[in-house]
């Protein structure tokens, strides 16, 4: 390959242009450039390798090797030096290939003449398309200068297939066209439900139209004028005076990459070699990615956020576009977004049908607030923002954690069946709102609801509640920049009480660390954050907010009966601190002048097995007891909730669990302390019968769970279910979950 001057790398592209603006078919174009890039840089093969399906690579195209292996030769990805540039994003110069750790010989190619290989990713912004490879005979390695120019092209290949350039001709040969087929995602959970809708992007990609340009001394003037307007808001977003310090540590981080003169030259250098403004910066973003990515370093990885951050504000400063499109927000909008705070969700609010985001963990604040607005959500749906574009038809199955994009319409039928079952499930249970859980040999499960939000309020009424079991401080903490103020807290928690109509709520205190970090905090860096400095271990170690909390609970109940619980306690003696600090706040306020609640009830979460061992003085001190099923069950069977390797591995119908759930009843019973259970598992039918066969008598769930649980409960004779339970246990079952569904199979008939 001999040494090319700018012209000539810009002279290919515009051929290449050219070619692609044809009316040729899929196929006949990919030929074409095959055999004009081969043609251009003076190599005797040029071949393209396309992506089939995620994990497959397919000769689509080439000039030099056998025309018969087209469509023909496959590999997986990482298979062969293909598959190994397919898979790191990063080329593989060789001068002898066959040499090379992983080399695959496809003799139906016919590849064996030629030695030297160069392979470049074809990609866009970390979407793997395929790979585009040149081959020579004569054994040397190429040069920088043909390995970058290799690249240059390859991003123009990237940019043409987003916009459909190798669409298939049906034949069967080409590439399938983006955004047109149906894609199925398989996520997980973050909120039950179903939905369908049309896609709502909450930052819509960009797509480059013009990869390539004629003029480079005006595309270089355009990329130097919006980097210096991206420059410049980023300076003022850290001069604002409201950030804290570790807010200007995580943007100066972020300022360094915006006045990164490297990243300015690279996009320089790539507009000499004839591409776009808006090319050049894809094209950074995509090399920058790849190679962060094979990066073990966490802290380098997570600057990836920030470079795509970057990348996207300059390309909507380039192409004008900025995040309003001019795009209409459908009727039915299902929210896609790789990842969303909680204060953005909560702007968008009940208008939203459904919520897919890429990363996300069913402890998030989003999923948090999804469950609070019951908003069927779907996390780790890897990549759909890559393929979803707005107005496309979206179905969400929360329950199973599958999103449908683009379904045939035999899946949209099946899905829209189960939908209007589920609505008629609804109606059913709206009947049964004003009738309490009894079963049918006459024991009464009280029913409470988990709150949040104001917005879940309305809800205690619709869904039948008798209280609320949990009512989480947290959000109003969680969907600000700053510290809430006492007063502000007071008239909100007033507000709840308000709404309640004189039915229970309990109030827990400020929950956070772990998976719930304030923004305006400054974070922990623990090994285990779920194992660390949370909950309650935050509220006595810094008890000037615990008391702030407090004393805003204390004035909003105005002399009305309190229910107060803290979260994380693990022993007792942390128990009699906290509530000392409660007693010490009661008798403050009322010195003040305030009034105090006529009737206090201070109780505790038993979230660690620890609890469930403390003292009987610990029970005995303790007003009611609730059991935070989704933190007791992650320690009681060492499987963390945000890990989807472990999180599913363990049944909550364990035999030990259930067992374990037993002996906190009768330590309960013994001391007359009230029990409930609250959590995910409580709003699950089967769960809830079990828990109450096993003597607990207050369930506290979301709002949408009360109904199908309250059914199943007055359908059941409890004492036979508690029998069958048994004798599961005595047969040595692990778990107790098919002698029971088969059991309630008999009994709903």
Partial sequence: MPERSDSDSRKLLRRLRDVLGTKAKGQERLDRITHLIADSIGTEVCSIYLFRDPETLELCATEGLKKSAVHKTRMKLGEGLVGRVARTGLPINSANAPSEKGFRFMPETGEELFSSFLGVPIQRVGEKLGVLVVQSKESRAYSEDEVYALEVVAMVLAEMTELGAFSGDGTGNGMGALHRQPAVYRGSTGQEGAAEGRVWLHEPRVVVTNPVADDPLTEIDRIRAAVGELRVSVDDLLSAESLDKDQKAVLGAYRMFAHSRGWLRRMEDDIAQGLSAEAAVEKEQSATRARLEQVPDAYLRERLHDLDDLSNRLLRILTGQGRDTGAQMPDNPVLVA?????????????????????????????AIV?????????????????????????????????????PEETVTRSFRDKVAMQAKAMQRYASLRDLPATTTDGVRIGMLMNAGLM????????????????????????????????????????????????RPVAFRTLDIGSDKVLPYMKPQDEPNPAMGWRAIRVGLDKPGVLRMQLQALIRAHAGRPMNIMFPFIAEHGEFVLARSHVLREMHREKSLGHKVPEHLEIGAMLETPSLAYAPDAFFEMADFISIGGNDLKQFFFAADRENERVRKRYDTLNASFLTFLEFIVKRCNASKTRLSFCGEDAGRPVEAVAFAAMGLRTLSMRPASIGPVKALLRRINLAEARAVIDQARSDGAETVRPALEAWLATQVE
């Fill in 370 to 406: 999804a469950r609070a607005l019951a908003i069927p959500m779907v996390i780790h749906a890897e990549r759909i923002t890559n393929e979803a574009l707005n107005g496309n038809l979206i179905l969400v199955d929360g329950d199973s954690g599958v999103v449908h994009l683009r």
């Fill in 338 to 366: 790789r990842n969303i705070g909680p204060g953005e969700l909560l702007e968008y609010g009940r208008k939203l049908r459904g919520v897919v985001l890429e990363e996300g963990s069913v402890g998030s604040h989003a």
């Fill in 455 to 502: 917005a879940d309020l309305p809800s205690l009424v619709g869904s039948g509640a008798e209280g609320v079991g949990l009512f989480r401080t947290e959000l109003q903490f969680l969907v600000r920049n700053q510290m809430p103020r006492r007063d502000e807290l007071a008239v909100l928690y007033n507000r709840v009480i308000a709404a309640a109509k004189g």
